[in-house]
């Protein structure tokens, strides 16, 4: 008799088991994205952006509270370091793992956060994780809604902002949080400099097809040379800004750094963005220091060459822009074209540069941010924008203009030289005293 009952309890348990997972199956969709995907990231930062809204009805404002106060919240912090070499950090509430509960569209999901620390990511050694969306059957069309929202709310957070992406293992990750697009104009090469890049650089993107037709790799390579503190990084961050392109940041001196994640990471640039290798000199001088001892980073010559090349390769545009200091110590291969196909020295003040920085400090219209970084931070003021000039200051800047440019001119002729950040530092020195400026400015030549 007891052993009947037992019998027949077991199989109405196995019943039951059997028997809500049919339900399950029949009656909840499911949804999983793991961390490889775009849309975990958006859908991460689409919760984070949704607390709960007094607007929302009892019910879901108590439950989605619970998401919020719940203890399994994790942190995001971005790291931004502005160029004057400050840096500050940003920190975002996400869902942590775990379970979390959602009303989205008249549906009510439950989201669940796993994290798999023994599975990693090959190169990035990032832990594998699963965002698993479960609600009823009819949810199931209000999936793609969900994406989307998230998808547009963080393309919109991106909106007339700069995205720098650094390498991370073979993969490119956003560093820190879209900055402010620094205007073109701010950035003030000598004259026709700026416009000569920009016009080379419009043309390519507008010659797809001619290059596809003559079979010719849909790559342009420039490099920007000379001294430091001339506007270059400045320059290439600004023109990627203008045209709504993001920035990878290539390290060459990086630790890690080998020649097959450096081809890895060169032929995997997101669309739409420069790939930007600073000191360009730094890793490497020339080819024939690139022996066993001579190396500075794990990459070796040929291996940036085969990169460079690798990427010409790619079916899709491909910009690669490099800086130095040092031009005359890059090895010919480097520079030869295809590599280098636009090479342009971005020199220490001409008159007429920093006249035209000095117009933009001190003259009408000063002050109304046409000057200002590139930087976001509430927390960090930026040193870089000038406090507003009195309106009624009573100066003849166009002639205190000139005379800047006479001294500039003769120091010049001298041989004695001055960059456009000395001359940008002095003049935030001077924000208030324009004849101060222009009286103290040869004091900067050296
Ligand atoms: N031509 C310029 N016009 C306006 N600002 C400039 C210019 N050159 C330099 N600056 C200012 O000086 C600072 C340093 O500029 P930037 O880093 O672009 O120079 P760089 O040539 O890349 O220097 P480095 O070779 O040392 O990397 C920036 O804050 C920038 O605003």
């Given at each position: 008799m007891t052993q009947?009952?037992?019998?027949?309890?077991?199989?109405?348990?196995?019943?039951?088991?059997?028997?809500?997972?049919?339900?399950?199956?029949?009656?909840?969709?499911?949804?999983?994205?793991?961390?490889?995907?775009?849309?975990?990231?958006?859908?991460?930062?689409?919760?984070?952006?949704?607390?709960?809204?007094?607007?929302?009805?009892?019910?879901?404002?108590?439950?989605?509270?619970?998401?919020?106060?719940?203890?399994?919240?994790?942190?995001?912090?971005?790291?931004?370091?502005?160029?004057n070499g400050s840096s500050s950090a940003a920190f975002r509430l996400v869902a942590g793992p775990g379970t979390h509960y959602i009303h989205y569209a008249g549906h009510w999901m439950r989201l669940s956060r796993e994290r798999d620390a023994r599975a990693q990511a090959l190169m990035s050694g990032q832990p594998w994780e699963t965002l698993t969306l479960t609600a009823l059957s009819p949810a199931r069309a209000v999936f793609p809604l969900l994406l989307?929202?998230?998808?547009?709310?963080?393309?919109?957070?991106?909106?007339?902002?700069?995205?720098v992406?650094?390498?991370?293992?073979?993969?490119?990750?956003?560093?820190?949080?879209?900055?402010?697009?620094?205007?073109?104009?701010?950035?003030?090469?000598?004259?026709?400099?700026?416009?000569?890049?920009?016009?080379?650089?419009?043309t390519f993107l507008s010659r797809r097809e001619w290059y596809a037709d003559r079979g010719i790799p849909y790559r342009r390579g420039y490099l920007l040379h000379g001294p430091p503190g001339s506007g270059k990084t400045s320059f290439i961050q600004s023109l990627a800004g203008e045209l709504s392109y993001d920035i990878c940041v290539l390290n060459l001196s990086e630790r890690g750094l080998t020649d097959d994640k450096l081809f890895h990471l060169l032929a995997n640039a997101p669309e739409r963005s420069f790939v930007l290798i600073e000191d360009v000199d730094a890793a490497f001088n020339r080819r024939a220091q690139t022996t066993e001892d001579g190396y500075q980073s794990s990459i070796t010559f040929s291996g940036l060459l085969n990169a460079l090349d690798g990427v010409a390769s790619s079916a899709s545009a491909r910009l690669v822009f490099m800086t130095t200091n040092h031009f005359a110590r890059l090895d010919p291969a480097l520079v030869r074209p295809g590599r280098v196909d636009m090479g342009v020295l971005i020199d220490d003040a001409v008159p007429a540069q920093a006249c035209v920085l000095f117009e933009r400090f001190y003259g009408a219209g000063a002050g109304s941010g046409s000057t200002s970084s590139a930087t976001t931070?509430?927390?960090?003021?930026?040193?870089?924008?000038?406090?507003?000039?009195?309106?009624?200051?009573?100066?003849?800047?166009?002639?205190?203009?000139?005379?800047?440019?006479?001294?500039?001119?003769?120091?010049?002729?001298?041989?004695?030289?001055?960059?456009?950040?000395?001359?940008?530092?002095?003049?935030?020195?001077?924000?208030?005293?324009?004849?101060?400026?222009?009286?103290?400015?040869?004091?900067?030549?050296r």
């Open positions: 009947g009952l037992g019998v027949g309890l077991s199989i109405l348990r196995k019943s039951l088991v059997v028997g809500s997972a049919a339900l399950q199956r029949r009656m909840l969709v499911t949804l999983e994205l793991n961390n490889k995907d775009k849309s975990y990231e958006w859908l991460l930062a689409w919760l984070a952006h949704h607390p709960p809204s007094p607007s929302l009805n009892p019910l879901t404002r108590r439950l989605t509270s619970t998401l919020t106060r719940s203890h399994n919240l994790s942190v995001e912090t971005s790291l931004q370091t502005h160029p989307a929202d998230a998808r547009d709310a963080a393309m919109k957070g991106q909106e007339g902002r700069l995205v992406h650094t390498a991370w293992g073979t993969e490119w990750r956003p560093f820190g949080l879209p900055r402010a697009k620094r205007p073109l104009k701010s950035v003030v090469l000598a004259p026709g400099v700026a416009e000569g890049i920009e016009r080379d650089l419009r931070s509430p927390s960090t003021p930026s040193t870089e924008s000038p406090p507003p000039t009195s309106p009624d200051l009573d100066l003849d800047i166009a002639s205190l203009s000139k005379s800047l440019a006479h001294t500039i001119q003769s120091e010049m002729d001298a041989g004695r030289r001055v960059s456009m950040a000395a001359l940008q530092g002095f003049f935030i020195l001077h924000a208030e005293d324009p004849r101060g400026a222009v009286e103290g400015v040869g004091g900067l030549f």
